[in-house]
């Protein structure tokens, strides 16, 4: 009798009760976080897109349509519902920020994604006669005498 409860049966069954699930589980943990991963950088490839566009001189865009259309076309099945606005703009300054969900493998999980991107306005400017309190370079105002 004793040889019987000192068996080894259905040990390995037990084992892979218990090691599968965790392993599975660690697999669909870290697929999930480079789909977010993923989805985060597509959503800041947008929002630096849209800036872009709006931050050249005589822009006539804020850049959020820029960055919809990029987020759409790129971000096709992992960037999920995605939004752009260029709310935090002012004179001199371009901000976009491009927000959505990632795709998810693990049920009841949402993730959002939020990336913003900033960038000065390019403007044009001249010149203004010169540097104030400039001496001249030597020889730069040589007459017949000096040559």
């Not at 040889?3 to 599968?20: K, M, N, P, W």
């Not at 976080?33 to 822009?59: K, P, T």
């Not at 959020?64 to 971000?75: I, N």
Request: net charge positive; proline share 5%.
């Amino acid at each position: 009798m004793d040889a019987r409860r000192c068996t080894d049966r259905g040990s390995i069954t037990l084992e892979t009760v218990i090691a599968v699930p965790v392993v599975l589980t660690a697999v669909l943990v870290t697929l999930h976080a480079a789909l977010w991963f993923h989805a985060r950088n597509i959503a800041l490839s947008a929002a630096q897109e849209g800036v872009r566009v709006a931050r050249a001189y005589g822009a006539k865009s804020d850049g959020s349509a820029t960055a919809l259309a990029f987020a759409r076309s790129s971000g096709d099945g992992f960037l999920l519902s995605p939004s752009a606005n260029a709310s935090g703009s002012n004179a001199t300054t371009v901000v976009v920020r491009v927000q959505g969900r990632s795709l998810s493998l693990i049920p009841f999980v949402r993730s959002n994604v939020s990336q913003v991107a900033r960038g000065p306005r390019e403007k044009f400017t001249t010149p203004s006669g010169g540097l104030p309190n400039a001496a001249p370079l030597p020889g730069a105002n040589l007459g017949a005498e000096g040559r």
